[in-house]
């Protein structure tokens, strides 16, 4: 018979590098798991325990109402949708103007310095025209705010006025 600590034996269990399942060299090093936590009773485990507290009762259910909470998702998504177009229109008025300028003063010099008329060149009328574009910019950026964005936000304004309306009435019980 051998030895449950014979080196020969190549199923000795309390051999950790022979062992079936693998072995974890820090486990010594680890903190032991922790006890299952199990929720205090309900009565006092001492007599100079003071008595359990009761449960704190659940808050009131708020009724809900037949119309859709302020601000409707679909309405401000809408809206966001407006701005986000309306910003893009008048950034790229005014940038791309004024990237093309740049690139035509890197790449076309003598597109540039070519003149129009009488000792005008092209790259002092288009410098010029940065003005007036800027201006277009600030006119298209007014005029998709007037039609486009201004609005959804007043129909949203409306509906959040008549919700806040209505759930002051709900709340004085009229």
């Given at each position: 018979?051998?030895?449950?600590?014979?080196?020969?034996?190549?199923?000795?269990?309390?051999?950790?590098?022979?062992?079936?399942?693998?072995?974890?060299?820090?486990?010594?090093?680890?903190?032991?798991?922790?006890?299952?936590?199990?929720?205090?009773?309900?009565?006092?485990?001492?007599?100079?325990?003071?008595?359990?507290?009761?449960?704190?009762?659940?808050?009131?259910?708020?009724?809900?109402?037949?119309?859709?909470?302020?601000?409707?998702?679909?309405?401000?998504?809408?809206?966001?949708?407006?701005?986000?177009?309306?910003?893009?229109v008048a950034t790229l008025t005014a940038l791309g103007?004024?990237?093309?300028?740049?690139?035509?003063?890197?790449?076309?010099?003598?597109?540039?310095?070519?003149?129009?008329?009488?000792?005008?060149?092209?790259?002092?009328?288009?410098?010029?025209?940065?003005?007036?574009?800027?201006?277009?910019?600030?006119?298209?950026?007014?005029?998709?705010?007037?039609?486009?964005?201004?609005?959804?936000?007043?129909?949203?304004?409306?509906?959040?006025?008549?919700?806040?309306?209505?759930?002051?009435?709900?709340?004085?019980?009229?």
């Amino acid at each position: 018979m051998s030895s449950p600590y014979d080196p020969h034996n190549r199923h000795n269990e309390y051999d950790p590098y022979n062992s079936r399942e693998p072995h974890d060299p820090y486990d010594s090093f680890r903190p032991p798991a922790p006890a299952s936590t199990s929720p205090p009773p309900s009565y006092a485990t001492y007599p100079w325990q003071p008595p359990v507290p009761p449960e704190p009762p659940a808050p009131p259910r708020h009724l809900t109402s037949d119309h859709p909470p302020l601000g409707h998702h679909s309405d401000l998504r809408i809206l966001r949708g407006a701005y986000r177009w309306q910003r893009r229109v008048a950034t790229l008025t005014a940038l791309g103007y004024f990237t093309l300028f740049l690139i035509l003063s890197a790449f076309a010099p003598g597109f540039m310095t070519g003149t129009i008329t009488d000792g005008l060149p092209a790259g002092l009328v288009l410098a010029l025209l940065q003005l007036p574009v800027t201006w277009l910019a600030i006119a298209l950026y007014e005029h998709t705010a007037r039609n486009y964005v201004d609005p959804i936000a007043d129909r949203i304004r409306k509906e959040s006025a008549l919700d806040a309306r209505r759930e002051a009435e709900r709340r004085t019980g009229r």
